[in-house]
T-cell receptor, first 110, second 117 residues
């Protein structure tokens, strides 16, 4: 069956370090993958999209990689800040709809 | 940027009553909107796809008579939880795209926390 896996344990890092979050999937061949940020009690906010023919995408302090052979995406936040603390969700494209992973909570301590 | 407004943000209702949640696209038209449900520390689960002017498409296991969806205009979709029960208590979130095509990002409302007592 199709599965999207993100680390359910919170990731704790110190301010200024690089946070790396992982999204693994099985039995999917997505045309693209998206990353969202979700704060408690709020709806997700779109961050980045990466297509299957792209290896890497950057936006300011954010970087996403997409390895269709490993069936994995990595999401990096460089020079992390306490304001980056949130839950980060990856989402894979199905036909006209997105399927979300469970998300990984990131805690950046000052 | 594209904004999706969802109302109410919180609602408490008694078991057996119905609750309506509204989802509006404020600065764009959305022929399709999506309704998700999220339990604590779990992923967003797609409940249904709301199509303007036609019937909604429900995901497997979601009761269409329980969760009524109406997409009467290009900027408004409503979800009505009928005869609510405590197990319907959850966080309901709507979303929409502001352009056609499958790979544009979703814009989400801020969700509705439903508590059924």
């Amino acid at each position: 069956s199709q599965k999207i896996e993100q680390n359910s344990e919170a990731l704790n890092i110190q301010e200024g370090k690089t946070a790396t979050l992982t999204c693994n999937y099985t039995n999917y061949s997505p045309a693209y993958l998206q990353w969202y940020r979700q704060d408690p009690g709020r709806g997700p906010v779109f961050l980045l999209l990466i297509r299957e023919n792209e290896k890497e995408k950057r936006k300011e302090r954010l970087k996403v990689t997409f390895d269709t052979t490993l069936k994995q995406s990595l999401f990096h936040i460089t020079a992390s800040q306490p304001a980056d603390s949130a839950t980060y969700l990856c989402a894979l494209a199905g036909f006209q709809k997105l399927v979300f992973g469970t998300g990984t909570r990131l805690l950046v301590s000052p | 940027g594209a904004v999706v407004s969802q109302h109410p943000s919180r609602v408490i209702c008694k078991s057996g009553t119905s609750v309506k949640i509204e989802c509006r696209s404020l600065d764009f038209q959305a022929t399709t909107m999506f309704w998700y449900r999220q339990f604590p520390k779990q992923s967003l689960m797609l409940m249904a796809t709301s199509n303007e002017g036609s019937k909604a498409t429900y995901e497997q296991g979601v009761e269409k008579d329980k969760f009524l969806i109406n997409h009467a205009s290009l900027t408004l979709s409503t979800l009505t939880v009928t005869s609510a029960h405590p197990e319907d208590s959850s966080f309901y979130i709507c979303s929409a795209r502001d352009e056609t095509g499958g790979n544009s990002p979703l814009h989400f409302g801020n969700g509705t926390r439903l508590t059924v007592t």
